[in-house]
């Protein structure tokens, strides 16, 4: 038994005549004879009877088009859906997205993305990342299909990058360091730092900067995200060094350019490498790609 023959089954009990079926279906007579045939010697039982120049369906015949009328309709809705997640015009893209990039960048880039005509039936699902690692996560486990957030190293993924953020010291409204024009790594590292946690990519930066110039903070106390971050610097539980972001200015902090160093973040688009992406995730990340070197080039 195999899926032409019960295409051909369905046709002919529906119109209960092989010479009508035949023309619909552009099969020979004498071929839809042999293969209901071997149908029926198969499954054990007639499926039709001759009525004159037409036909009967049996009553197994009856029971057995119910099973491959479901059966066709099914393969029918998966043929569909498979076509329309195939048009790159249609459908939903994933994304995973750390907290900075929630404010201009990313919602400019979709804006700019639905004014182009094809696109405007498009939908973004966007996921709060709180760490690029759950970001990494959610995408080997195909529940996203691109993230937007710092780097961590991880085979198998490949990284574009989209921005750069300085960081700054970030210090209680009350302590010492708030009043200077700007504050050195290691007067800062005297303090306890408050920071991202190891799944972060920012965690990642910060560790480098601090190999690379010598100095390591006096206690770390790790933070889910920066408005975490910026309540327990607000609280005297330490200092920090972060972007700074609108949501911070509700705390009571400052921020202060740190002396003799520029530091900054990298935020990447991120996905997994020789992995085959749905056309309309696959155009949205080259369109991403392609904005961001052409605004580029025009500097």
């Given amino acids: ?17 092989y010479t009508k079926a035949s023309q619909e279906l552009s099969v020979s007579q004498s ?9 029926e010697e198969e499954l054990g039982v007639p499926l039709f009877v001759k009525n004159g120049r037409n036909i ?51 919602p400019n880039l979709m804006r700019r ?25 959610k995408i080997e486990a195909g529940e996203v299909d691109l993230g937007f957030g710092a780097k961590i190293d991880r085979p ?6 989209v921005m750069s953020e300085e960081l700054m010291a970030v210090v209680p409204v009350s302590h010492p360091l708030a009043q200077k024009e700007n504050i050195t790594l290691e007067e800062l590292c005297r303090e306890p730092l408050v ?19 010598g100095v390591r903070p006096r206690q770390i106390i790790e933070a889910q995200n920066e408005k975490m971050i910026a309540s327990m610097v607000a609280a005297g539980i330490g200092v920090s ?3 700074w972001i609108q949501e911070v200015n509700v705390y009571h902090v400052v921020s202060v350019p740190l002396e003799h160093h520029r530091l900054k973040r990298s935020l990447y688009m991120f996905w997994r490498q020789e992995e085959f992406r749905l056309p309309v995730v696959e155009r949205f990340r080259k369109f991403v790609v392609n904005t961001i070197k052409n605004e580029r080039e025009q500097k």
């Fill in 156 to 161: 198998g993924f490949q990284y574009f990058d």
């Fill in 1 to 17: 038994m195999n899926l032409q023959q019960l295409t051909y089954f369905h046709k002919i009990a529906e119109r209960k005549n």
């Fill in 31 to 39: 071929n839809l004879s042999h293969s209901m045939s071997k149908l």
């Fill in 241 to 243: 060094i972060m972007p």
């Fill in 56 to 106: 009967e369906v049996t009553v197994h015949g009856k029971k057995f088009d119910e099973h491959v009328a479901l059966i066709l309709r099914e393969l029918e809705l998966a043929q569909s859906e498979a076509q329309e997640a195939a048009d790159p015009t249609k459908g939903i893209i994933r994304l995973a997205v750390s907290h900075t990039l929630h404010y201009h960048f990313l």
């Fill in 195 to 213: 920071t991202y946690n190891s799944q972060c990519g920012t965690r990642c930066d910060l560790e480098n900067f601090f190999r690379e110039y």
């Fill in 113 to 137: 993305y639905k004014e182009i005509p094809e696109y405007r039936k498009i939908q973004f699902q966007i996921l709060d990342m709180e760490a690029t690692g759950i970001g990494l996560a």
